[in-house]
């Protein structure tokens, strides 16, 4: 995830902000509550957050078993060289004791990388637009089961009729254009809520993630990424309302007002030739200002934005939309559409590195 170099960093500044971080995480691990029961027995708390950490950080699901056997042969491994564990506890000891953790513990975390990125470095690696930082959100399931449940699952009927548990969150990453690190900050689980009636999902786990994390992060200058679920106007004037801007995917279907707006009216135009491994394509840029993201006197105005490449043929070959709050020109349009494509990120570079490595 690229702990060991950021931005302009040198290694061995790299290197001091790992270290760095660590320490933070087992001060972070270390205020965990006990679940031992009066009996501390002779594995501090910190070890089984440091242990459990260590096994995602280093990519093995058998990282620790390794990590005991290289302790047994050499003396010292790296959980207790680089992670600073005195002693390595056993896969279900580890779940034993954090399984009672609150996520929300490991805020400090996320709160430290998000001071880092309003200092040079980081600032200079990941800010667009101006100074702006892009934030992405999108859901993600991590676990499902016809079997195992508990109650904090989400629930769905199959084709073959059985009910599905399941788990997801909403993620939260800062992405940009033209670089392959991605920072993620606090996720929000979707999860069931008390009081509600209806099932849990990614748009209000995006109200909850806003009321709880926008004021911290409004020193970064955000303007949020979202697929066509959040191009809506409760989200979009949610965000707009706090002085902050958005661009979200717009597809035709979902917005059937904005279109028609749209197709009645003039597009203003821009085109660019752009020439990538030896071959040339056309990005050619369509923008309309001020239409009503949904029908209704009430509907909020936004700007609307389509993009599409053309091969040397003339062909179509991506095409793609965006609503968003930030002015539109031909000086800037590239650049937008560009940081509005750098969404995908998350998906890529955030939930494929967490989940399958």
Request: aromatic letters at 10%.
């Amino acid at each position: 995830m690229g702990f060991t170099r950021f931005g302009k960093c040198d290694s061995l500044a790299g290197m001091g902000l790992l270290t760095d971080l660590l320490e933070g995480l087992k001060t972070v691990c270390a205020g965990f509550p006990d679940a031992r029961k009066g009996r501390s027995g002779n594995i501090a708390v910190a070890d089984f957050g440091l242990s459990a950490f260590s096994m995602f950080f280093m990519q093995s699901a058998s990282f620790l078993s390794f990590q005991r056997n290289l302790e047994k042969g050499h003396g010292r491994s790296n959980c207790q060289t680089l992670f600073g564990i005195k002693k390595i506890p056993s896969d279900n000891y580890i779940r034993n004791n954090l399984d009672s953790v609150e996520p929300n513990r490991l805020q400090p975390c996320f709160t430290r990388m998000e001071n880092l990125l309003a200092e040079p470095a980081l600032k200079q690696e990941f800010s667009r637009l101006g100074g702006r930082t892009l934030i992405a959100w999108d859901g993600t399931e991590y676990f499902n089961s016809y079997k195992i449940s508990c109650s904090n699952c989400s629930t769905r009927k199959r084709s073959n009729g059985k009910t599905e548990c399941f788990h997801t969150f909403l993620g939260a990453t800062v992405v940009a254009p033209g670089t392959t690190r991605v920072m993620p900050l606090m996720p929000e689980f979707i999860a069931p809520q008390d009081g509600a009636e209806k099932q849990d999902c990614e748009r209000n786990a995006a109200k909850r993630w806003y009321k709880e994390h926008a004021a911290r992060v409004g020193k970064l200058k955000p303007v949020y990424l979202g697929d066509d679920l959040f191009a809506c106007q409760p989200v979009a004037e949610m965000i707009t309302s706090n002085g902050d801007d958005f661009i979200f995917t717009c597809k035709e279907t979902s917005h059937k007002a904005l279109y028609d707006f749209i197709n009645g009216g003039t597009k203003e135009k821009h085109e660019e030739k752009v020439r990538k491994r030896g071959k040339t394509s056309t990005f050619r840029y369509r923008w309309v200002e001020n239409v009503p993201i949904r029908d209704g006197k009430d509907a909020m105005n936004v700007n609307w934005i389509g993009f599409q490449i053309l091969d040397a043929k003339g062909a179509v070959t991506y095409s793609m939309a965006w609503v968003t709050s930030l002015p539109v020109s031909k000086q800037n349009v590239a650049e937008i559409v560009a940081c509005a494509r750098a969404r995908w990120k998350i998906e890529n570079e955030s939930f494929n590195i967490l989940k399958n490595h």
